[in-house]
């Protein structure tokens, strides 16, 4: 982050924090209505702009400037496009009315209804929704620190990450080897490591011909497993070896000096490291309660209210939210109904039954796209997906409906994007 | 790939109706959204003319209702909107298509 940058973020904190005191006098008047909304990605930015349209008072914690959103940060990865068109700010968030607060939240406590920053002020709430996606789990993986996410990235947090791992897969002769580790269930984005690998094979296909790329998992299936598998035998015979869990593909543990990956029967290592580790809900919902023994965050499938934590709701990635997975365009669906739920409690009504959609595209190569899509409402306290409708793209389609959704990824993410940033 | 096509064609008209709708469309026009509404335009952003994928909102109920019968029942091409489709019944795609209807 560069000087100006930051003094850019520190002024802006200063207004905000003018704005939020105004904000706070105005709601003292109203006695309700105030709500605090920490994480400025998909599912964050998407509640407080709703939140917002709905008459409330609405305050955005978010320290980053820059969001760097991770769909599509496969896609540079393989050289397909430019990290900048993966970045974006919260202007429009702000000029809408929501005043922005660029500081970490450190810690919440639910009693008083009060959030705290990193610089020791304090936000008051009636009702905090935490949006904070994902840690990275440095304790879970022997060997893999933050220190050996510098030699072996994870770049699943999209950003610096994504920019080294990139290099990495440039500087790399042909004829090397990539090596993914790929986590047990659940973690963020289920097709995201099947995905990465289809398109850096795409783009050894099309730089490196010889290299090959080798799949460590901790798992015996994965996402649209029939549809990558099909593709990678069609589109890079031989390059692609998947190891599943019980072929010994669980890393148990690593050595980044050597770019050394042990399991229970063996040794691999590779020219190219990437080590996709287990994650848990971000900082500040395993500060502020709302987090189970999991690492992630139970919740009420009509409000998503904590099960953990009265007045506190979760969304995106940091939540259990049953059938869906944890994606952006989940998170952007979450965003819009705890909007509505939070508009509800707040006016003393019962919130509705809510009815909630994912679709989740995966480019294969740039030009071949596959999806999977759920419908879900609550069935005994868990998000479950409506019988009958979802699953994935067909088996065996023709090469212009893998086309066009590839058309039809590129056209949600520009969406999404608008709909959350524009 | 002839089907494709017919998708796409009909996508770009409909959008040109949509523009001409969203002007004339009151700007109070939003109501409680019904169950599942709110997911939509995380696909089919309103007001881009050229998309991809339709926008919805302001677009006549009658027509929405109608597509999602076609997608359910099999009888319009889809990618991704014949799986969607079977996640409604009849009653809540009439809501959902009224409230889209009735977005600027």
Known sequence: ?422 | MARLASVLTMGGMMSVAVVVMVKTMPAAAQGVAPPGATSCSGCHGPGVSDAAVPPLHGRPSEEIVAAMQEYRNGRRPATVMDRVAKGFTDEETRAIASWLSQQP
């Open chain 1, 1 to 422: 982050m560069s000087l100006a940058f930051t003094r850019r973020a520190l002024l802006k904190t200063a207004a905000a924090g003018a704005a939020a005191a105004a904000l706070s006098r105005r709601t003292a008047a109203q006695a309700s209505g105030r709500v605090v909304v920490v994480g400025g990605g998909f599912g964050g930015a998407t509640c407080a702009r709703e939140l917002k349209r709905k008459g409330l008072a609405v305050t955005l914690v978010e320290a980053n400037a820059v969001y760097t959103a991770c769909p599509f940060s496969n896609a540079v990865l393989a050289g397909l496009r430019p990290i900048e068109t993966q970045q974006f700010n919260l202007d429009a968030v702000e000029k809408e009315g929501i005043a922005i607060i660029r500081q970490r939240a450190v810690r919440a406590d639910p009693q008083a209804r009060r959030v705290v920053l990193e610089d020791g002020s304090s936000q008051d709430y009636d009702r905090l929704v935490l949006s904070p996606g994902i840690d990275i789990r440095f304790d879970a993986l022997p060997g893999y620190d933050e220190a050996a996410a510098g030699t072996m990235p994870h770049a699943w947090k999209a950003g610096e990450q994504t920019i080294l791992l990139r290099r990495q897969l440039e500087a790399m002769d042909d004829g090397g080897t990539f090596v993914m580790v790929a986590p047990a269930n659940p973690f963020r984005c289920p097709p995201g490591p099947y995905e990465r690998a289809s398109l850096i094979a795409h783009y050894f296909k099309t730089h490196k011909p010889r290299s090959k790329l080798l799949i460590l998992d901790a798992k015996d299936s994965f996402s649209k497993q029939r549809l990558f598998q099909a593709a990678w035998q069609e589109l890079y015979p031989g390059m692609i070896e998947w190891v599943s869990l019980s072929s010994g593909g669980k890393v148990i543990e690593v050595d980044a000096k050597t770019r050394t990956l042990v399991t229970d029967f063996g040794r691999h290592t590779g020219d190219v490291v990437n080590v996709i580790p287990p994650q848990r809900a971000g900082q500040i919902a395993q500060a502020g309660g709302a987090a189970d023994r999991t690492g992630w965050c139970p919740i009420d499938p009509v409000t998503f209210e904590s099960r953990l934590q009265p007045n506190v709701h979760v969304i995106g990635d940091a939540s259990i939210a049953g059938g869906m997975p944890k994606s952006a365009f989940s998170a952007n669906a979450q965003g819009k109904v705890c909007a509505a739920a939070v508009a509800s409690l707040l006016r003393g009504e019962a919130p509705a039954e809510p009815k909630l959609i994912n679709t989740c595209y995966s480019l294969v190569a740039p030009d071949y796209g596959i999806s999977v899509a759920g419908v879900y409402n609550p069935r005994n306290g868990v998000l479950t997906d409506v019988e009958g409708a979802g699953g994935t793209s067909p088996v065996s389609a023709p090469p212009s409906f893998r086309a066009q959704e590839a058309v039809y990824a590129e056209a949600w993410f520009q969406t999404i994007a608008r709909e959350v940033y524009g």
